[in-house]
């Protein structure tokens, strides 16, 4: 990130007082109560929960879009989902809200079966996380590697920026400076004081110029209607039968799995920006709680947004849950109570701030070239895959699964080679050879172990030490195994040695038993 830009960003928040206890509670209720204590933390908390808002209306409208549905439903769901995971989610001051890649997953159903089983297929879908968060899925964020959540970030940071180009094509002129403004204004009002969010300062300004200056240009009005009563409860009029879960269930389970994962990915990149820790396990079964509750609402549901995230957290310093709290009710009044207001605010105050968001969200360190000669070949590969398939496809899902794919290949080939076997020619015995074998032995790293010994011209007792090697999996035993019968078939012995526990326990259990193919 460019120095002006990081002055640009005004200081975080205080970090949070260590609280003893279980993981939820260090950086949770205890700031919450803080917070309110204090007048200047407190104005920082409500100040962002009202940018949050602010940007929240177009992009929910525009995933609305996306998904087939009423613009309403975006935005009722952005509401219940912002407030209710201010309660149940693990990780503070993480927006969630209605999401693009929530809308793409859903679409099909509201496409082809309407709004109820659009309905039905949420609330299934948070059922299900709130399954799969109280089966530990969280713990499963520790198998992505540094180099996928680098990926992550930038891909993150290109399609926010790709989201706004829709906004700056085919507008009148005065749209560009009008955008240029907001970002100066955001880069250098810092310089000045620090105690209004300057994305705040960018919108209402942008806004009394457009407005006093009579200047045409799109506005939040444009992108849709906005919602004229609060949401009320939704039961979706579907019958309860297996054909019915048979059409929602492949939707809702891949809902539950791209919510899950992107809202895991967004708390781990926050609890990085912060210096603190969340309860993943707890955010997991959280966003379950919060799409029921949005789908009872006849919400489209959603996910952790990262933009919207990154403005509450890195541009406008909040650290609590008053904020997340506040993005959802402010986001309410701002539409059903202000709605003639709120419509009139230039498309091009809300592209700046997302810019603004895009710019500081990449990891700028990443791509140096210092950094990309150190990084080694394969950790960049796996960024680049993460990159170009999470932008290719517009899903970070996608993104990440691809790069944690290669990540695995990658890895693999590397410590396939680490694997060696060693002919030791000292031997008290004329008749014996022994061969010593070092590092991990898997399927990627066994399979070439059976061509490594010289069963024709060996004496008859044969030793393989293993003292330095390690068994993992069935292929490796099975390739001890077909080491043993290739010199069985000669009429030579074989007595493996020097096995650890774990090695002797697998060995033990395994050998023998897998068949004549292996």
């Known amino acids: 990130m460019s120095q002006e830009i990081r002055e640009s960003l005004p200081d975080p928040a205080p ?21 309110l204590r204090s007048p200047r933390v407190l104005r920082t908390e409500v100040l962002a929960g009202l940018v949050v808002a602010l940007a929240l209306i177009p ?28 309660f149940v989610g693990g990780r503070p001051a993480m927006i969630s809200a209605a999401t693009g890649a929530i809308a793409l997953v859903i679409a099909p159903v509201a496409r082809d079966h309407g709004m109820d089983y659009l309905i039905a297929t949420v609330i299934l879908a948070g059922i299900l996380q709130v399954l799969f968060g109280v089966l530990g899925v969280a713990k499963l964020m520790r198998f992505i590697p540094r180099s996928v959540m680098v990926g992550f970030v930038n891909a993150l940071a290109i399609l926010i ?13 005065a749209v560009y400076p009008l955008v240029a403004v907001g970002i100066a204004i955001m880069v250098f009002f810092p310089r000045l004081t620090k105690i209004v969010p300057a994305p705040l300062v960018s919108i209402v300004l942008l806004t009394v110029v457009v407005i006093a200056a009579g200047i045409a240009v799109p506005t939040v009005g444009d992108e849709g209607a906005l919602p004229e009563s609060l949401p009320a409860l939704f039961f979706p009029d579907v019958p ?64 952790a947004m990262i933009g919207q995230t990154m403005i509450n957290v890195k541009a406008s310093g909040a650290r609590t849950r008053i904020s997340t709290f506040l993005a959802g009710v402010f986001l309410l009044i701002l539409v059903v109570g202000l709605g003639d207001v709120v419509a009139i605010i230039p498309m091009a105050a809300l592209v700046a701030v997302m810019i603004m968001v895009s710019v500081g969200t ?25 990159v170009v398939v999470t932008v290719a496809t517009h899903n970070l899902a996608y993104g990440v699964i691809a790069g944690v794919l290669v990540a695995m290949v990658m890895f693999a080939r590397r410590v396939a080679h680490f694997t060696t076997v060693a002919r030791l020619d000292a031997t008290d015995e004329d008749d014996q050879r022994v061969y010593a074998v070092q590092g991990e032995l898997f399927f990627a790293s066994s399979n070439d172990l059976v061509y490594q010994f010289d069963y024709t011209g060996d004496p008859t007792n044969i030793v393989i ?18 080491v043993r019968t290739k010199y069985e078939r000669k009429g030579k012995n074989v007595t493996i040695i020097g096995m650890n526990p774990d090695t002797t326990t697998r060995y033990d259990r395994l050998t023998g038993q897998l068949g004549a193919a292996h």
């Open 240 to 303: 309860l039968t297996f054909d019915t879960l048979r059409v929602i269930a492949p939707y809702a389970v891949a809902m539950a799995l791209v919510g899950i994962l992107e809202s895991l990915l967004t708390a781990k990149l926050v609890d990085d920006v912060t210096d603190t820790h969340s309860d993943k396990t707890r955010e997991a079964w959280g966003q379950g709680v919060a799409n029921v509750v949005t789908g009872f609402f006849g919400g489209m549901g959603g996910c």
């Open 362 to 386: 990449f990891d700028w360190h990443s791509i140096q070239p210092g950094t990309l000669r150190r990084m080694p070949k394969s950790e960049t590969a796996v960024m680049l895959v993460t």
């Open 59 to 86: 992009e929910a409208i525009a995933f609305s879009i996306i998904a087939g549905v009423d613009p309403r439903v975006g935005l009722f769901a952005s509401f219940t989902m912002a407030v209710t995971i201010a």
């Open 465 to 482: 030490d293993l003292s330095e090697a390690h068994v993992w999996d069935a292929s490796s035993v099975a390739a001890l195994d077909a």
């Open 161 to 173: 920026f790709l989201s706004q180009v829709p906004h700056l094509a085919g507008v009148p002129w």
């Open 15 to 35: 970090k949070p007082v260590p609280v003893t206890g279980a993981p939820e509670a260090a950086g949770s209720w205890h700031d919450v109560v803080a917070a």
